[in-house]
């Protein structure tokens, strides 16, 4: 099977989808290797590398589309809802695709991606269970933007972050309060904790208060009752207006005593829940800082706006956007090692695809087959979307 690698053309994105030190494994597989030119420049990765990995170059992305049996990239249609439609004039019934498509939240260029014949398979999906681990780019991802969060939070805050002991008397440790602990949650915690700073965390799953203990967090604990917090993917579930409203009553004075906020929390397909409130704001110090990992999909704090940093009475509520990007070396390492474990999965002997719907992977990361939407969540957002 040839495998094809096109640059990426979202403004901005600098990760490739395969990196030359993973070419070997695949062609030990049987697959042959085509990327455009300087696909992998701005992560690092000049041709010459892939070439002496043995993939071939191609100058132009048409030749990749025609010759690729599977396409591999990080932003498919969907996830690069403008410049990705240019694509799908060259897509073709027979061809695979693996990428970013956010099909729960783009469910109109799903179809018309479905409507191309190509087989796609959507990062997202890929259930998080123990033998998906490995092709999980959710969870890669996640660990980058968790890390960066910190480094943002750190550069735009007036305070260091460990306790000195110095000449001058000791200076605190900052304060940090992360919301939402999944593995970018996790991540944010553990980077803080090694920066020096005082840790607080808090999720609606109260299961995951171990986790937070275990990075060198403090779990705080709410008086809420949650029914059904925690989905089969490992994401909280949204709740009632009501509930939000006691969790931010609640919330608020841990807000106000810190010096950085981190708000991670999201529901696939959904707009992110607003945790923090202007009226919560109030009271934080000036200087202090919130860094909302939710941005892109509007944002946990009320007054973010992506891709900016606005000031609100001396509080910057900072909205980055596309994260792993900004740190596209090892972003496109761990990414690559998602992909290549996923074609692993569905090729056969002789590197022949093979999509098997009974096996879980395979049929919950199908979006599209045969000219229609295969996956169930994708068609029933679709409908809502009507």
């Given amino acids: 099977m040839r495998i094809g690698v096109p640059s990426e053309t979202y403004p901005g994105e600098r990760r490739v989808a395969l990196i030359p030190a993973d070419l070997p494994r695949l062609t030990r597989a049987g697959h042959e290797v085509i990327i455009q030119a300087g696909a992998g420049a701005a992560a690092g990765y000049p041709d010459d ?27 498919g249609l969907g996830a690069n809802p403008e410049a990705g439609q240019a694509d799908l004039a060259s897509l073709r019934k027979g061809q695979a695709l693996f990428a970013f498509l956010d099909p729960l939240g783009q469910p109109a260029l ?24 490995s092709m999980d780019a959710l969870s890669s991802m996640a660990n980058i933007a968790g890390y960066r969060a910190v480094l943002i939070a750190a550069t735009h805050m007036p305070k260091l972050l460990p306790m000195m002991m110095t000449a001058a008397g000791t200076i605190s440790p900052a304060k940090f309060f992360v919301l939402g602990v999944g ?29 937070v203990i275990s990075v060198g967090g403090t779990f705080v604990e709410l008086d809420l009752e949650t029914e059904g917090a925690g989905d089969s993917g490992g994401y909280a579930k949204a709740q009632s207006d009501d509930f939000y409203k006691k969790q931010q009553e609640q919330l608020a004075a841990h807000i106000r005593h810190a010096d950085a906020v981190i708000t991670t929390a999201a529901v696939p397909g959904r ?30 704090c009320e007054g973010t706006v992506a891709g900016e940093t606005v000031e609100r009475d001396g ?26 474990t996923f074609i692993a999965h ?17 049929n919950d990361t199908l979006v599209a087959k045969d000219g229609d939407l295969h996956n169930p969540r994708v068609r029933e957002a679709l409908e809502k979307s009507a």
């Fill in 49 to 75: 590398e892939y070439t002496h990995k043995g993939a071939s170059v191609a100058p132009s992305r048409a030749e990749v589309f025609a010759k690729a049996d599977f396409l591999v990239g990080v932003r």
């Fill in 183 to 211: 593995v970018a949650g996790l991540q944010a915690i553990a980077t803080a904790r090694r920066l020096g700073a005082s840790v607080e965390a808090y999720d609606i799953r109260p299961e995951v208060k171990d986790q």
């Fill in 315 to 340: 509080v910057q509520i900072i909205g980055p956007r596309n994260i792993p990007s900004d740190l596209p070396y090892h972003a496109s390492q761990m990414y690559s090692r998602n992909v290549i």
């Fill in 271 to 300: 707009r992110a829940p607003i945790l923090v409130t202007k009226a919560m704001m109030n009271g934080m110090h000036p200087g202090s800082v919130i860094v909302d990992l939710a941005a892109e999909t509007g944002g946990n």
């Fill in 110 to 133: 799903a179809k018309r991606l479905a409507e191309t014949g190509v087989t796609a398979f959507a990062v997202e999906l890929v259930p998080r269970i123990t033998r998906a681990q």
């Fill in 346 to 362: 569905v090729t056969g002997e002789g590197g022949a695809l093979v999509v098997d719907t009974e096996d879980q992977i395979t």
